[in-house]
């Protein structure tokens, strides 16, 4: 008996070694691209002491137009996520997009607002490379999930404010054509948000600074001039509060901001149906369109 226990103990190891690398592997399936697109992977946008800041981006081969390009920044809490873990970008490509992915500093490479620093990096980066990549510079569009719409959100409201460009100044008009925010944290001084672990973690030594929170909260850079949000939000998400991307929603209206909120109807923090990400899907290109894209 004891015997079957140890053998039972070492199929049950096994099984479970198996899942967990079957679960990264997956987490690093390869962006698939079309015929008539090529590959830059992990170029080095920023450098802060011994990190380097690399993305990856995906363009059509072709130089008979410029085309539009959506920056895709991965969610993670700022404390884990990978951007070779984003994938499935088919309507932008079909679209004729150039996609990029990119890797910032997590919490334990630097607290806030070192993330934010890094986006604008790398916006700065495309900016100043835009020709080489045949990119519209007046069709960037970024998108996030979770902490990575946050960040999406404070790069794209900032526009030319270089307040965290310090690493990478320049002369670049940091305007982008709009963002996607998915289910990301638009106010940090609410109450649950400025308590959750993730949140703490990430503001660090700034956490009481209801001034520095507030310069990283993106609700507090809305005005009348900021580019139009697409917002996507489940309204049970036990992470982020829903009343995020309300508040935010209201404050972009109340400054005659083109927006759009959907709501998934029982939706959590992602992962929704398949039905959900196909109404998000179309949504999402019908408000596009009506910016003129």
């Not at 987490?27 to 946008?45: D, E, H, R, W």
């Not at 982008?176 to 925010?181: E, K, L, P, R, Y």
């Not at 829903?242 to 508040?247: A, G, H, I, R, V």
């Amino acid at each position: 008996m004891h015997i079957l226990i140890k053998r039972l103990a070492g199929v049950f190891v096994l099984l479970l070694a198996t899942i967990t690398v079957a679960q990264v592997n997956d987490a690093q399936t390869p962006v698939s691209f079309p015929n008539n697109y090529v590959k830059q992977l992990n170029l080095v946008y920023t450098k802060v002491d011994a990190w380097e800041g690399r993305l990856d981006i995906y363009f059509p081969s072709s130089k008979d137009q410029k085309v539009p390009l959506v920056i895709n920044i991965h969610g993670g809490g700022w404390n884990h996520g990978t951007k070779e873990s984003q994938t499935g970008f088919e309507s932008f490509f079909k679209k004729g997009f150039a996609v990029v992915n990119i890797a910032y500093r997590l919490v334990h490479e630097g607290e806030a607002p070192a993330a934010i620093q890094d986006i604008r990096c790398a916006l700065n980066y495309l900016y100043e490379h835009a020709d080489g990549f045949n990119i519209d510079r007046d069709r960037i569009i970024l998108m996030g999930s979770s902490a990575g719409a946050h960040l999406a959100l404070m790069a794209g409201l900032l526009k030319n404010n270089a307040v965290f460009d310090v690493h990478c100044k320049s002369g670049n008009k940091l305007e982008v054509f709009a963002i996607i925010d998915k289910y990301g944290v638009s106010d940090l001084t609410t109450e649950k948000v400025w308590k959750s672990n993730s949140v703490k973690k990430w503001l660090g030594t700034h956490y009481k600074d209801v001034k520095f929170v507030k310069s990283v909260s993106p609700i507090f850079h809305v005005d009348r001039n900021s580019p139009p949000v697409f917002i996507v939000h489940g309204d049970t998400d036990p992470i982020v509060p829903y009343l995020q991307s309300k508040s935010l929603y209201q404050a972009l209206l109340d400054n005659s901001v083109k927006t759009k909120l959907v709501t998934i109807k029982n939706g959590k923090h992602g992962k929704f149906s398949k039905e959900d990400r196909r109404a998000i899907n179309e949504e999402m290109w019908r408000f596009l369109e009506t910016l003129g894209l």
